[in-house]
């Protein structure tokens, strides 16, 4: 349905319902009713309308290889980038043609475990609706302002508006984050600009933002997954 998305689990379903006005619908597995009783009874609780279905037709619902029997019918939860990083935020992160649905979300399960204020998602980066994206953010969208849509450009004039700096994970960058952790760069509000799993932030991307910041790697790997190095950002900058 137009506005709505499916979140698949326990702890999806739980956190969704946490977000009053969130979850429209919870879809059960006649064989699971037992095992969900508790959330059952919350979403009663909440207005959540309840119906139970056979659980080959949730397991087909929920399109995973280990279905809990359980799918929520959640409103989209995104909001405009200005609302996103209205107030005084110290800790955004902004995913620029990120295209790996699991990427994306993992990094804003990064985001929320590292107490970042907002997620920004560019335009022609994955759906953040994606079930693979849900799933890989294990409920953690539904704890922090998340816009999709965005502009690159506007987003760096929304974040130095709010008083950000803007930084791009760079691997030929000159300085690293080890440099800018020892000058006190990083106690100062930031936002994070993470590029193209493949190919990076693109060159007239990159001349928009502040620095280009490396993670520098002291082993023989090539390269560090863009989620786990999204990590390593946030968590420098927490």
């Known amino acids: 349905l137009s506005g709505h998305f499916l979140a698949e689990g326990r702890q999806a379903t739980s956190e969704a319902l946490r977000r009053p006005g969130t979850v429209i619908e919870l879809i059960v597995a006649d064989d699971s009713v037992g095992r969900h009783l508790d959330l059952l009874k919350t979403a009663s609780d909440t207005g959540a309308r309840i119906a139970a279905a056979p659980a080959r037709a949730v397991t087909e619902l929920a399109a995973t290889v280990t279905p809990q029997g359980l799918v929520a019918v959640c409103q989209m939860v995104d909001v405009p980038a200005s609302e996103a990083l209205a107030g005084k935020p110290r800790l955004v992160v ?47 969208l539904f704890h922090l302002p998340l816009a999709v849509g965005v502009d690159l450009a506007k987003a760096v004039t929304l974040a130095r508006d709010s008083g950000l700096q803007v930084f791009g994970a760079d691997s030929r960058a000159r300085r690293t984050i080890d440099q800018l952790a020892q000058s006190g760069e990083l106690a100062l509000p930031t936002m ?21 910041v490396a993670l520098p790697l002291y082993g023989r790997a090539e390269s560090l997954n863009l989620a786990t190095a999204a990590a390593v950002f946030l968590y420098a900058s927490a």
């Open 192 to 212: 994070w600009v993470l590029g193209n799993e493949a190919w990076g932030l693109q060159p007239d991307h990159t001349a928009l933002l502040d620095r280009l």
């Open 94 to 140: 902004l995913c620029d043609q990120v295209r790996d649905p699991g990427n994306l979300g993992t990094v804003i399960r990064c985001a929320d475990a590292f107490g970042a204020d907002a997620v920004l998602v560019s335009r022609d980066s994955v759906d953040l609706y994606n079930a693979k994206t849900v799933r890989a953010t294990t409920g953690s």
